[in-house]
């Protein structure tokens, strides 16, 4: 079993490949020079590289932020190039929210990648180049707790996790009758 962290960007996407014991095997930022079509094949193609000969691969992206406006549309199209490249290679999937993310690392829901990095050295005694490979060593890292690879997580994090595996439904009001 592998577990594959993915940050996703359209300069710098960080990927962290870690063994189910915790071992990191491979981390980097793919920097395309290029764009459009271009890009999005070289993503792709760094991805099925990095997992088309590992059997029981385990990925775990970073959603949208919903809250951003800036290239939108290139990052969904970069985001879906990644998720039908994962689905293709027959990788489990999970989502994880930026929010959920920067809580189960930090402790704080909007922790900035300066406080990504701190607890990353913190907790692990480890530092990456860029904060793209630090965010896609958290999602790995995650994707571990997730799959009850780490024992004795705190509470906190254990609710994270819980709110992922079980999303809230949020239900529509109904609409009073005239």
């Known amino acids: 079993m592998i577990i594959i962290g993915i940050d996703p960007s359209l300069t ?13 095997i ?7 020079k290029n764009k ?11 991805l099925v590289n990095l997992i088309s000969l590992r059997s029981n691969v385990h990925a775990f992206i970073e ?22 490249t994962l689905y293709d290679q027959n990788a489990n999937m999970v989502i994880i929210q930026p929010t959920a ?11 900035d990648k300066i406080a990504m ?12 180049p860029t904060s ?5 060593f958290w999602l790995a890292t995650f994707g571990r707790s997730y799959l009850g690879l780490m024992p004795n997580l705190a509470k906190e994090r254990l609710e994270i996790i819980d ?11 109904a609409k009073k009758d005239e």
Not at 12 to 24: A, N
Not at 163 to 173: R, S, Y
């Open 12 to 24: 710098s996407t960080g990927i962290c490949v870690m063994s189910e014991h915790g071992q990191v």
């Open 26 to 32: 491979e981390s980097q930022a793919i920097q395309p």
């Open 36 to 46: 459009g079509p271009e890009r999005l094949a070289l993503f792709r193609q760094s």
């Open 63 to 84: 959603g949208y932020a919903f809250g951003a406006n800036n290239q939108r549309e290139a990052l969904g199209e970069l985001g879906g190039v990644l998720r039908l």
């Open 101 to 111: 993310l920067k809580k189960f690392a930090t402790g704080k829901g909007n922790a």
């Open 117 to 128: 990095a701190v607890a990353l050295e913190k907790q692990f005694q480890l530092e990456y």
């Open 132 to 136: 793209d490979q630090t965010d896609a």
């Open 163 to 173: 709110g992922i595996k079980n999303p809230k439904v949020k239900k529509k009001k």
